[in-house]
Structure formats: C-alpha cells, structure tokens
C-alpha cells in the first residue's frame, strides 16, 4: 500500500498542475481538502462498518476497493477529458 501510494503522489500533483494550469492552487488545494476529509470520515466509518457487520473486515475492504475503483475511473475521466480541452 505504501508503495503504490508512494508511487501515485507525484502522478496526483502533476496532473493537477496540468489540469489547473492558472488556477493550480485552488485545484490543489481542492485535491487536498478531500483527502483530509477521507481522512476525517474513516475512522468513524470503519467502527460503524465493523459494527454492523458483526466485526467482519471484508464489508471494510470491499468500501475501500470500491473507493479505489471509483478514484480510477474519475481519474481516467480526467486524463480523456483534458486531452480534449
């Protein structure tokens, strides 16, 4: 996980300066605001999750690789769509 993450930073920042050429910092600084509220909603969403699936990590994982493919697919939406504009 560490090595992806590693390995997807300097990809997140560079397409954000692509993408927001003269407005770099505010779409930056939007990107980032997102991850600090993932990071704000996670560890109240994880308990709960755990919760009401009687302590089964697999409904976590699943919202995790759900997140992941959801990130992906918005990120190939904005690759296609700034070669187009």
Known sequence: ?????????P????????MGQQ????????????????A????I???LLLRWT????DAVL???GCLFLASAVFWLLLVFLGAFF
């Not at 996980?1 to 930073?9: D, K, P, R, Y």
């Not at 997140?12 to 692509?18: K, P």
């Not at 009687?54 to 990590?57: A, I």
């Open 54 to 57: 009687g302590g089964s990590w």
């Open 1 to 9: 996980g560490s090595f992806f993450a590693a390995l997807a930073g």
């Open 45 to 47: 969403a994880v308990p």
């Open 23 to 38: 407005h770099v910092a505010t779409v930056n600084s939007t990107m980032n605001m997102c991850g600090n509220l993932g």
């Open 62 to 64: 699943l919202v995790f």
């Open 40 to 43: 704000w909603a996670f560890p």
């Open 11 to 18: 990809c997140a920042y560079t397409i954000t300066i692509d």
